[in-house]
């Protein structure tokens, strides 16, 4: 055993998340027992009773910060870590989860629990990202298992990874959808959401929801703009920002402008 | 997990402490105390951050609580975007084509597929085979690893067919589907479930080889009911004990403790306690609708009605395995596209419940909406809180037949009894209201 090479040590952490991301990894099922070969699985606790301590080549972080636990654990997972990436909508920009984070106080009065002094959670739901320096965010929600493969071998391969950073439109085009927005006049996200899925919801007959949230250079004014050519009022505008990744600053600017426009 | 041992000497405690449970879905501890040979305390902990999700679903438009409820769960996606739409079309009076009801069917048969191979095989049969993990097991049983894989792999690949990809897929609508298969897209899924059935009865007979633990529990078993099939996505809610109402009515039977050690609501029937939902509620309580090759299979391995060792819920879903594989075939054989993939739904003021079998048991979910179609008010119970006082229960009833072993082993045996109810922590967690820490 001692002559084998050292594998390379992979943990997966879980935050406030539905589990969806890490189970990518499970989902895998053509190539996992060559990652689980190729790597090892060091600490991936929905898998594995096995559990090593770190340091970690890679670990793999789901979910948003919510607990003043989550807030110093995620602080040991960094230290743990040579290279740390944030997987899905959670990790990468708080969340559904972030809705939270919009409620005004009197609405969060009306929110509390017959015995809150049972729980404890924080106002916000945060991105693994305002917490500790990452270095590579995963989109999606939930992520796209082959980007997570192929983000894995370039991570270990010392090379740029190559995840798209287009927008949906493009997938959308290449995959010669009709576009819904021109021809139907749905509301779709896709103009300013980063590509990953393989423009889905329009090949489903139904605009973009923006789950692989904003892309980098996105303009969300005007495409709320279109929106309210297209006949939306304010609210729906609002809502249609505020889904998955609804505290990814771009989401939330416009969503915030629409409010008080 | 490795237990820490705290063994408090002079006071003769021994405190046995499974901070990270390992092989459920989400974050769950577990600490045992015990003194002289006897159980002093036990708690199933649920550290999970809750998400709020009754809370940000309010304000909402109606055709959004499929795609938002569906990110509870990503293991159980499927079931919260079908009690979701059953609730809204019950709320606004909606009638779904026939075909449409099928292909749901359908749908919901990829996520059992799907997670009953992932739990049978990668999170519970390593215990009883004495592995940490389904790789470790690879090592030793690699056919049946890639069994599970490709079953598993099946599972998916209906729900990706149906609704796009595997987890949060995109097609399910309050009214039907965005869009519905044409028939040849189902096809090739056939053929590859024909293998599967067969996979899935060699699944029933290995895992009724495993060794069970020599433990019954006298439940009160919770489920649907449906008088022409085994439940899915319609049907009464039914017990052992006299249980038998519409969905409607469940909020007025079932209520739900809040405890301090856990971030999961308890549930508890008015009436009589505690419950349990999940495959032997449903299999005790519908054996008779199952089809014959799945209840042949079921009295082959072994199975005696009612199944009330819980340990034995392992083969109970492959049993489940059996039927879904043999239902997918059936909806596959006698699909024609539905002549519109889903009706329209207008809002109109009103309140819905309904209640589906994700694959952990009974998924509960009601919604209030006013003119506009925005949601009012939410309630959603997932299983595993319905269940969470059944495995605390269970927990004190067996750990202290093993109190003598070393504390490596009471943990594991611990973890592998809360493993029987393949509990998902994420969901129970992810319906608490909030409160406050400013600090």
């Known amino acids: 055993?001692?002559?084998?090479?050292?594998?390379?040590?992979?943990?997966?952490?879980?935050?406030?998340?539905?589990?969806?991301?890490?189970?990518?990894?499970?989902?895998?099922?053509?190539?996992?027992?060559?990652?689980?070969?190729?790597?090892?699985?060091?600490?991936?606790?929905?898998?594995?009773?096995?559990?090593?301590?770190?340091?970690?080549?890679?670990?793999?972080?789901?979910?948003?910060?919510?607990?003043?636990?989550?807030?110093?654990?995620?602080?040991?997972?960094?230290?743990?870590?040579?290279?740390?990436?944030?997987?899905?909508?959670?990790?990468?920009?708080?969340?559904?989860?972030?809705?939270?984070?919009?409620?005004?106080?009197?609405?969060?009065?009306?929110?509390?629990?017959?015995?809150?002094?049972?729980?404890?959670?924080?106002?916000?739901?945060?991105?693994?990202?305002?917490?500790?320096?990452?270095?590579?965010?995963?989109?999606?929600?939930?992520?796209?298992?082959?980007?997570?493969?192929?983000?894995?071998?370039?991570?270990?391969?010392?090379?740029?990874?190559?995840?798209?950073?287009?927008?949906?439109?493009?997938?959308?085009?290449?995959?010669?959808?009709?576009?819904?927005?021109?021809?139907?006049?749905?509301?779709?996200?896709?103009?300013?959401?980063?590509?990953?899925?393989?423009?889905?919801?329009p090949a489903y007959g139904r605009g973009c929801y923006g789950c692989f949230g904003p892309m980098e250079s996105a303009n969300a004014p005007s495409l709320a703009e279109r929106f309210t050519i297209l006949g939306a009022q304010p609210p729906e505008i609002e809502r249609a920002f505020r889904t998955y990744n609804a505290w990814a600053w771009q989401f939330r600017k416009v969503s915030e402008e629409v409010r008080t426009s | 997990m490795i237990p820490t041992d705290t063994a408090v000497a002079k006071a003769g405690v021994n405190t046995i402490e499974v901070p990270v449970l390992a092989r459920v879905e989400g974050e769950g501890a577990l600490f045992i105390k015990t003194k002289g040979g006897k159980l002093l305390d036990l708690k199933l902990k649920i550290p999970e951050p809750p998400?709020?999700?009754?809370?940000?679903?309010?304000?909402?438009?109606?055709?959004?609580?499929?795609?938002?409820?569906?990110?509870?769960?990503?293991?159980?996606?499927?079931?919260?975007?079908?009690?979701a739409v059953h609730a809204m079309e019950r709320a606004l009076g909606v009638e779904i084509h026939p075909q449409v009801r099928a292909l749901r069917r359908l749908f919901y048969c990829g996520e059992w597929i799907e997670s009953h191979a992932l739990h049978v095989y990668m999170l519970h049969a390593p215990d009883f085979l004495g592995c940490q993990d389904a790789i470790e097991l690879a090592g030793t049983h690699k056919d049946i690893v890639l069994q599970a894989l490709r079953l598993k792999k099946l599972g998916n690949e209906i729900v990706r067919v149906l609704g796009g990809r595997e987890i949060h897929p995109v097609s399910a609508c309050v009214g039907g589907f965005y869009k519905t298969p044409r028939p040849e897209d189902l096809a090739p899924l056939a053929e590859e479930l024909k293998w599967a059935l067969d996979a899935s009865l060699a699944t029933v007979r290995l895992v009724a080889t495993f060794p069970f633990p020599d433990f019954e529990a006298d439940y009160e078993f919770v489920s649907l009911s449906h008088p022409d099939e085994y439940p899915l996505c319609e049907g009464r809610v039914v017990s052992n004990r006299g249980l038998d109402i519409d969905p409607a009515e469940f909020e007025e039977h079932s209520i739900e403790q809040h405890v301090r050690h856990s971030n999961a609501l308890h549930s508890v029937l008015k009436a009589r306690g505690s419950y349990h939902v999940g495959p032997l509620a449903r299999f005790n309580l519908n054996f008779n609708k199952l089809p014959e090759i799945a209840r042949q299979a079921a009295l082959e391995a072994g199975l005696e009605l009612p199944v009330r060792n819980p340990f034995k819920s392992i083969v109970v879903r492959a049993v489940e395995l059996v039927f879904a594989c043999h239902e997918a075939l059936r909806v596959i054989g006698e699909y024609e596209p539905p002549p519109k993939p889903r009706?329209?739904?207008?809002?109109?003021?009103?309140?819905?419940?309904?209640?589906?079998?994700?694959?952990?048991?009974?998924?509960?979910?009601?919604?209030?909406?006013?003119?506009?179609?925005?949601?009012?008010?939410?309630?959603?119970?997932?299983?595993?809180?319905?269940?969470?006082?059944?495995?605390?229960?269970?927990?004190?009833?067996?750990?202290?037949?093993?109190?003598?072993?070393?504390?490596?082993?009471?943990?594991?045996?611990?973890?592998?009894?809360?493993?029987?109810y393949d509990p998902c922590i994420s969901c129970a967690?992810?319906?608490?209201?909030?409160?406050?820490?400013?600090?």
């Open chain 2, 51 to 83: 998400r709020l999700f009754e809370g940000f679903l309010t304000g909402r438009h109606f055709m959004e609580a499929p795609d938002i409820t569906a990110r509870i769960c990503g293991i159980c996606p499927i079931a919260y975007q079908m009690s």
């Open chain 2, 429 to 439: 967690t992810h319906f608490l209201k909030l409160s406050i820490d400013r600090g």
């Open chain 1, 1 to 201: 055993m001692s002559s084998e090479p050292t594998r390379p040590r992979i943990a997966v952490f879980k935050f406030a998340s539905c589990d969806g991301c890490q189970l990518s990894l499970l989902d895998l099922e053509d190539d996992l027992l060559a990652i689980a070969g190729a790597v090892e699985i060091a600490y991936f606790p929905e898998a594995s009773r096995r559990m090593l301590k770190g340091p970690y080549d890679i670990a793999l972080v789901e979910g948003s910060i919510t607990t003043h636990h989550d807030a110093n654990l995620i602080q040991k997972v960094r230290r743990s870590a040579r290279t740390l990436i944030s997987i899905g909508a959670c990790a990468t920009s708080g969340g559904i989860q972030a809705l939270r984070n919009f409620a005004d106080s009197g609405e969060y009065v009306r929110m509390v629990y017959a015995k809150p002094d049972f729980i404890s959670t924080l106002r916000m739901s945060t991105p693994i990202g305002e917490h500790v320096p990452v270095d590579f965010e995963l989109r999606g929600c939930p992520i796209q298992k082959n980007h997570l493969v192929e983000l894995i071998t370039a991570t270990l391969a010392g090379r740029k990874p190559a995840i798209p950073t287009s927008s949906v439109c493009l997938e959308c085009k290449r995959r010669s959808n009709v576009c819904l927005m021109v021809a139907a006049g749905t509301p779709c996200l896709g103009p300013v959401t980063q590509a990953g899925c393989g423009a889905l919801c």
């Open chain 2, 343 to 420: 009706v329209p739904c207008e809002p109109r003021a009103s309140t819905g419940m309904a209640a589906t079998e994700a694959p952990r048991g009974l998924l509960y979910h009601r919604y209030s909406i006013d003119e506009g179609g925005l949601i009012t008010s939410a309630r959603i119970v997932p299983p595993t809180a319905q269940n969470m006082k059944r495995i605390e229960e269970d927990l004190c009833a067996y750990v202290p037949d093993l109190v003598d072993l070393p504390n490596e082993e009471i943990a594991w045996k611990a973890e592998q009894a809360v493993r029987n």
